[in-house]
């Protein structure tokens, strides 16, 4: 893709070549995109990717490369292929040292709509979560906050896909709509968090969703789904299987609460994860392992952060400037230095030795990049 049409096409927009990603992260990893765009709106957002699609023929794929599964979007222009990446927050990513081929959209399209209409009804049920620790004290004890808004009325709220949660929970409990206080301090996208289906407590973002819309760039449509046609389960989504479909917009259905108590839940939980989730990181690295798997070897549900540190003892390790964080044994952190190798070389050094010892393969949840 030629950079000039798309600047002549776009001329309000912070079109690059060749621009750094690192600090577009929370790990400040990562080389460089070939063209990056930032678009600030739905409306700019949804501009370009109609262009995009109309100017090029896009296929999308899924790929394995090294230990994590890639979703790679691609453009085929003539003979030449070119991949589409979004990038929300870049808080579940690590991004390789050379950086991205072809075009990076950041997207920070920021629009909250409430749709005031008080529903009583609602279908709300809550998905299977791993999300469980071993030593609460030490890591995070979920189960003192938790209670039950289901029987409560409820209205639907439409969130642009680049809103920043943390702005999107404070908003929303200022106007009188409980339910995400579960995912406070979580630094993503509403559109990462729906990619992901991210977990805070006992909850998904699922249980609270009752549509996505998303741009499908291979029939250049809009196309909204019920919650009810995309599968949802514990950190995988539909639209992982589908990276044709960029979201571009989540209507969440939230209960009218008792807001006090949702706001106090909402500091405990940052209080708490603070102490335990360094935010120089990309999140939790691995998933915890299933409890089927931790019985045949231990006996009862262990999580991965214990297995590091109680098994492994691999607490503070470094590769580089990439450690094992000193705060909670499932994330790796930049101590300021760290590179992509050195990231990715501890993560799966990590995975090895677990897998050597106790024949137990950990799935990562931090999705890498480019070229690994
Ligand atoms: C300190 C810390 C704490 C965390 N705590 C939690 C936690 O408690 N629970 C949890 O689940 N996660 C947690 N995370 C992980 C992460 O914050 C979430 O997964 C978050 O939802 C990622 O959103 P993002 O906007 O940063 O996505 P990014 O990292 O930018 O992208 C992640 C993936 O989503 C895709 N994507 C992003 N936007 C779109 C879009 N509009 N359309 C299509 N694809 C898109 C990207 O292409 C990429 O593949 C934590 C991370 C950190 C650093």
């Given amino acids: 893709m030629d950079i000039t049409s798309l600047q002549s096409t776009f001329p309000d927009l912070f079109i690059k070549a060749n621009h750094p990603l690192a600090p577009y992260t929370t790990l400040k990893i990562g080389g460089p995109a070939d063209i990056f765009i930032h678009t600030k709106t739905k409306d700019e957002f949804l501009s370009v990717l109609k262009y995009l699609s109309e100017t090029i023929n896009f296929s999308a794929r899924n790929e394995c490369e090294g230990m994590s599964p890639k979703v ?6 003539g003979l030449s292929n070119i991949d589409l990446t979004i990038l929300g927050n870049g ?8 950086g991205i081929r072809g075009i990076v959209i950041k997207n920070t399209s920021s629009d909250i709509s409430i749709d005031s209409n008080n529903n009583t009804k609602t279908d709300f049920s809550t998905t299977y979560t791993q999300r469980m620790e071993n030593e609460p004290d030490k890591y995070l004890d979920f189960t003192k906050l938790n209670y039950d808004e ?3 009325p409820t209205s639907l709220t439409t969130l642009s896909s680049g809103t920043p949660l943390p702005f999107a929970i404070n908003y929303l409990l200022d106007h009188g709509l409980t339910g995400l206080q579960w995912f406070a301090y979580i630094p993503g996208t ?13 909850y998904h973002l699922a249980d609270y969703i009752d549509s996505v819309e998303t741009f499908d760039l291979s029939s250049g449509q809009i196309k909204t789904f019920s919650k009810q046609e995309l599968n949802w389960s514990y950190e995988h989504t539909y639209f992982q ?12 259905r939230l209960f009218h609460g008792d807001t006090t108590l949702a706001k106090q839940v909402r500091d ?3 209080a708490q994860k603070i102490k335990v989730q360094p935010m120089n990181s990309a999140g939790s690295c691995f998933a915890n392992p299933a409890l089927s798997d931790c019985q045949k070897i231990w006996g009862e549900q262990k999580s991965t952060g214990w297995i590091i540190d109680h098994e492994l003892g691999w607490k503070g390790k470094t590769v580089g400037g990439a450690q094992i964080s000193l705060q909670h044994s499932n994330f ?6 760290a590179t992509a190798t050195d990231y990715y070389t501890l993560l799966t050094d ?5 897998k050597s010892r106790f024949g137990l393969q950990l799935v990562p949840e931090v999705h890498l990049l480019g070229k690994f």
């Fill in 72 to 77: 790679v979007r691609t453009a085929k222009i």
């Fill in 91 to 98: 808080s579940n990513v690590l991004i390789s040292d050379s």
């Fill in 150 to 152: 289901s029987s409560l």
């Fill in 190 to 202: 509403i559109g990462g968090a729906t990619w992901y289906n991210i977990h805070g407590g006992s």
């Fill in 241 to 252: 299987q589908h990276p044709e479909l960029i979201i571009l917009a989540t209507t969440l």
């Fill in 268 to 270: 405990a939980w940052i």
């Fill in 332 to 337: 790796i952190i930049n101590t300021g230095t």
């Fill in 350 to 354: 990590i995975q090895n030795e677990v």
